[in-house]
C-alpha cells in the first residue's frame, strides 16, 4: 500500500491560481500559525480574510483529527484519547505527565500488519498509512485540548513506524520546524518491531531520534513464535542492523521486552539477552505483559521480573521495569479502537 500526501499537498499559490482569488504571500504564516495552533474550521483562522477563508473551505480540508472519546486517569492524570480521521477511521494517542515534561504516544497507522501475537493493534491487520499531517494532526489536537505544550512524543502507539517510512521521516521535518510545534528529534522515540533493512535506511539519515527496539525474545525461537517478522528477518541479522544503528548515529538503542508468563521470562531468557546485548550500548526496558482480553497471555511474576532484572544488572546491562500509566484506562494502545470496532 502506497500512499504519500503529495497528491493532497497544494501550495497556497496553486490555490489562488485555480480560484482567480489574490492570496499574499504573508497568509501563508498566517495560516500555518492557526494549523499548529490546532483549527477544526477555516472560520476560525481570525486575521485571515473571508474571501480567502472561502477559497481554502473550497480546495483544501483541515486532518486535525477530532476528539471522538477521552479517558482521564483518576490515578496519575494520564490522558487516552481516541481519535476520528477525516475518513471515519480512528486511531488512539495517549497523553502523560512525567518530570522530564508532557509526552505523547501517536499513532502512525490505522490498524497494523505485522501481527505480533501480544498485541491489540494489529487484532484486525492494517487499513490504512497515517499521512504526516495526521501524526503531527495528534500531538497538535492533544496540546489544544490539554491547553499544554507537549514536549517529548514516542511513537509507539498503533502502527509499525518503519513500515509507513516516507510519511513518519516527513512528519519528523514537520515536527521539528522552529515555526511550527518545533520539537526536537533529541525528544523523540520511534519504536519498531525490526524491519532491518529499515532500521539501516534511518541509521543512515543520522538524525538525532532514539530508536526503541521491541526485542521481546532473546533466542530466534523465541521471537518467532511471539512476533511474524522474525519469520523474515532473524535475530542474528536484526541485531547487526541494532549495531549498525548505533555506529552511525552514536545513540544508544532502548530495548523493549514485554514480559510474558511462561513464554520469555526464565532464568534462561535472562542469560541469553545477557550475551545478546553484550558490548552494545542500550538499554532494556522491562514492561510486565498488558493483558489483552483477545490473547491468551499473561504477565510475568513480580518475583521473575525482579530476578530477570538481577540477572542482566550482573551482565552489566541496565534495565528498568517500566512503570504503568493510566492503569484505570486500559492506557496500552490498540485496544479502544478494538473496542471501538467491534460495537
Ligand atoms: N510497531 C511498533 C510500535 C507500536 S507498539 C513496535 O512494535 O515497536 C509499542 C510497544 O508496545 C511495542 O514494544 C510492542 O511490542 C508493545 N506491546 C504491544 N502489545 C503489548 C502488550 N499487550 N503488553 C505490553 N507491551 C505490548
Known sequence: MSQNSDELAKTLQEISEKSGVKIEKFRGGQIYGWLVKGVYSFDEMLN?????????????????PQIEKKLVSKIDGTVKYLFRLHDG???ESVFM????????????????RMGCTFCASTLTGLTRNLYPSEILGQVIAAMRDMGERISNIVMMGIGEPLDNYDNVMKFLELVNDEKGVNIGHRHISLSTCGLCDKIRQLADEKKQITLSLSLHASDAETRKKLMPV?????????????RYYINKTG???SFEYAMIAGENDSHAHAERLGNLLSGMICH????????VKERSYTKSSKKAIEDFVKILEKKHITATVRRK???????????LRAENESK
Open 48 to 64: 485571515v480574510p473571508k474571501s480567502i477563508k472561502n477559497v481554502l473551505d473550497e480546495y483544501c480540508f483541515l486532518a486535525l
Open 89 to 91: 477511521e480512528f486511531v
Open 97 to 112: 505527565r512525567y518530570e522530564h515534561g508532557n509526552t505523547i504516544c501517536v499513532s502512525t497507522q490505522v490498524g497494523c
Open 230 to 242: 522474525a519469520r523474515k528477518y532473524d535475530l542474528d541479522e536484526l541485531i547487526e542492523s541494532c
Open 251 to 253: 545513540r544508544r538503542i
Open 284 to 291: 532494556v526496558n522491562l514492561i510486565p505483559l498488558n493483558d
Open 325 to 335: 500509566l493510566g492503569s484505570d484506562i486500559n492506557a496500552s494502545c490498540g485496544q
